[in-house]
């Protein structure tokens, strides 16, 4: 199966876009292709994935420094609920690592989202030092790391301990349902997601690992 990715500027995003959007998630998460229009003033970039001209996954992000440190900061995102998910996940990850090594060569990149379920860690696993994880106890430097990423994603509230942010209720976060079981499921327990809350979780995408996404997927 081949994935092409297709990276434009969100305020590049038409109609048409927003509701072949709205029409992957409709049996997910829901969004509808007006929220998804007002979200795409809050990013910079939208992913596309697609199967031969079947939109299959989508990704808005924002390449930023964040008090001077370069970051990949992962807005809305869904990935079609089919067998191939993770390869459309992985295709969509690797033209974020590109444009990210493109924006900041030779520096590590902090890679952020919002999650609801354990789906996304699918991918974050593969980064360093990823915060919340379990067992892990997360410092003073990772605390105010949380602060900063929930301020940057506009929390209402957060615990700077659990990483558990409080949104609107609209779930804007990364939706993915793996097929893999994830151990590291267990820093959601606790999470009120009917209540509006989420895990602001992060990792570190190394210099020398986006070396290896020099080329875009497509």
């Given at each position: 199966?081949?994935?092409d990715?297709?990276?434009?500027?969100?305020?590049?995003?038409?109609?048409a876009?927003?509701?072949?959007?709205?029409?992957?998630?409709?049996?997910?998460?829901g969004?509808?292709?007006?929220?998804?229009?007002?979200?795409?003033?809050?990013?910079?970039?939208?992913?596309?994935?697609?199967?031969?001209?079947?939109?299959?996954?989508?990704?808005?992000?924002?390449?930023?420094?964040?008090?001077?440190?370069?970051?990949?900061?992962?807005?809305?995102?869904?990935?079609?609920?089919?067998?191939?998910?993770?390869?459309?996940l992985?295709?969509?990850?690797?033209?974020?690592?590109?444009?990210?090594?493109?924006?900041?060569?030779?520096?590590?990149?902090?890679?952020a989202?919002?999650?609801?379920e354990?789906g996304?860690?699918?991918?974050?696993?593969?980064?360093?030092?990823?915060?919340?994880?379990?067992?892990?106890?997360?410092?003073?430097?990772?605390?105010?790391?949380?602060?900063?990423?929930?301020?940057?994603?506009?929390?209402?509230?957060?615990?700077?301990?659990?990483?558990?942010?409080?949104?609107?209720?609209?779930?804007?976060?990364?939706?993915?349902?793996?097929?893999?079981?994830c151990?590291?499921?267990?820093?959601?327990?606790?999470?009120?997601?009917?209540?509006?809350?989420?895990?602001?979780?992060?990792?570190?995408?190394?210099?020398?690992?986006?070396?290896?996404f020099?080329?875009?997927?497509?």
């Amino acid at each position: 199966m081949a994935i092409d990715v297709l990276t434009k500027d969100c305020a590049g995003l038409g109609d048409a876009d927003f509701v072949e959007m709205a029409d992957l998630v409709a049996t997910s998460v829901g969004w509808e292709a007006g929220m998804l229009s007002k979200e795409a003033e809050e990013w910079v970039l939208a992913s596309q994935a697609y199967e031969k001209d079947k939109l299959r996954g989508f990704m808005f992000t924002t390449l930023e420094r964040i008090g001077g440190t370069p970051a990949l900061v992962i807005g809305v995102a869904s990935v079609a609920r089919l067998k191939q998910r993770s390869s459309i996940l992985k295709a969509l990850m690797h033209e974020s690592y590109h444009k990210a090594l493109m924006a900041f060569p030779d520096e590590d990149v902090i890679v952020a989202s919002r999650i609801v379920e354990p789906g996304p860690l699918e991918t974050l696993a593969e980064l360093s030092d990823v915060r919340p994880w379990p067992d892990e106890r997360v410092n003073g430097e990772e605390r105010a790391w949380g602060r900063r990423l929930s301020k940057r994603f506009g929390a209402v509230s957060f615990d700077d301990r659990t990483m558990v942010a409080k949104g609107d209720c609209e779930r804007l976060v990364f939706d993915h349902t793996s097929l893999k079981k994830c151990q590291a499921a267990t820093i959601l327990d606790g999470c009120d997601v009917d209540g509006g809350e989420y895990v602001i979780a992060w990792g570190w995408a190394m210099a020398e690992f986006l070396e290896e996404f020099q080329k875009p997927v497509s």
